[in-house]
């Protein structure tokens, strides 16, 4: 009876709290607590407008009202104009309040888009440029489908160096891309559903001539005497990584940085930089059999695996097992994954 008139007295207790809360507070709108932050970013009324797509003067009277209303609850404004063609000084109550509306919109939206993944209304799949055939195929089988239901279907590009971090934050439902991976033990894989479409050694492309760099093999030992073009970070840096450790550049004739494969490419085809690129065997023998390109002739060497650990690049698609578990054989998602798969048994590389 006593844990019956506490809970009770608990109850009330926060209803009257609720009911205490000053009008001023509840007059606050999200939007314009994304106005403050808006304008928090840009440092004007005039840039937030743009950026927000209004008027400056909609802008402006948001700002207002939150001023007033923080006047009148804390004593104090939000922002404090310095001059014309100066940016916003917010107060200490205004970097308070733009953190709580950053947090507080963050999470609602990040509420509102787990519900719609559990109810099957909304998926992503995150996809790097040369595995978005892949979910492509899978998309044709389930697309009539999808539409039906109105699910609403999201593809973002995934940067391969950026692809373990919006998978194991759930940024994306499924992933396609690649990964080094050692041979026959991949702990990381362990909560992972996996299809693989093909699995292999890289190669190396170069536009060193045949004298400079004679043979169509090259040991990844030999790595180390040989003049390199990498990048900061993703696959490459990371099969490096494998054999030389994380401070590789130190141990590496690195003689261009390069954060785009693509930039990497167009520096060996222009002669510019005398090098070697380690890419995808698709990578590699498609830029060396293009003599139509113009530019400087390039290569593809085979890389042999003569260092420990033995390790590959895999090319696949990956899920959660517990997301797929969690729903319904018929929730958008398990389906989708049912299409890679059946995508995975007609298309895997031997």
């Known amino acids: 009876m006593a844990a019956s008139t506490h809970a009770h007295a608990t109850a009330q207790r926060a209803l009257d709290e609720l009911l205490d809360c000053p009008p001023a507070l509840l007059d606050t709108t999200f939007d314009q607590l994304r106005t403050l932050l808006a304008v928090y970013e840009t440092g004007s009324a005039l840039r937030a407008a743009r950026a927000l797509g209004r008027e400056q003067s909609s802008v402006q009277k948001q700002l207002n009202t939150l001023n007033r209303n923080c006047q009148a609850l804390c004593g104090e404004v939000l922002t404090i104009r310095q001059g014309r063609g100066k940016d916003f000084l917010f107060t200490e109550t205004g970097e308070a309040a733009v953190r709580l509306a950053r947090s507080t919109l963050t999470q609602w939206q990040e509420s509102i888009q787990r519900s719609r993944r559990r109810l099957g209304r909304m998926l992503t799949v995150g996809t790097t440029e040369f595995t978005l055939p892949i979910i492509s195929r899978a998309w044709d089988r389930v697309a009539e489908q999808f539409r039906r239901q109105e699910v609403e279907f999201k593809v973002v590009h995934v940067r391969t160096r950026d692809l373990w971090s919006r998978l194991e934050s759930r940024q994306v439902d499924l992933m396609c891309g690649s990964i080094v991976s050692r041979s026959g033990d991949d702990r990381r894989l362990a909560d992972y559903e996996v299809v693989e479409f093909a699995r292999g050694r890289p190669m190396l492309l170069t536009n060193l001539t045949e004298s400079e760099l004679p043979g169509d093999a090259v040991g990844t030992t030999a790595l180390a005497g040989l003049p390199l073009v990498v990048p900061p970070a993703g696959l490459v840096a990371d099969y490096l990584s494998s054999w ?107």
Request: aromatic share 6%; proline share 6%; with cysteine.
């Open 244 to 350: 030389y450790g994380p401070g590789f550049r130190d141990r590496l004739d690195v003689v261009a940085d390069i954060d785009d494969v693509h930039y990497g490419l167009s520096l060996l085809r222009s002669g510019f930089v005398r090098g070697c690129m380690i890419v995808t065997p698709s990578i590699g023998r498609r830029m060396a059999s293009d003599s139509d390109a113009g530019g400087v002739p390039l290569r593809s060497l085979d890389l042999r695996d003569d260092r420990e650990p033995r390790v590959e690049i895999m090319t696949g698609a990956f899920v959660h097992r517990a997301d797929l578990m969690r729903y319904a054989n018929e929730h958008p998602l398990n389906r989708l994954w049912t299409a890679v798969q059946e995508d995975g048994r007609t298309h895997r590389t031997p």
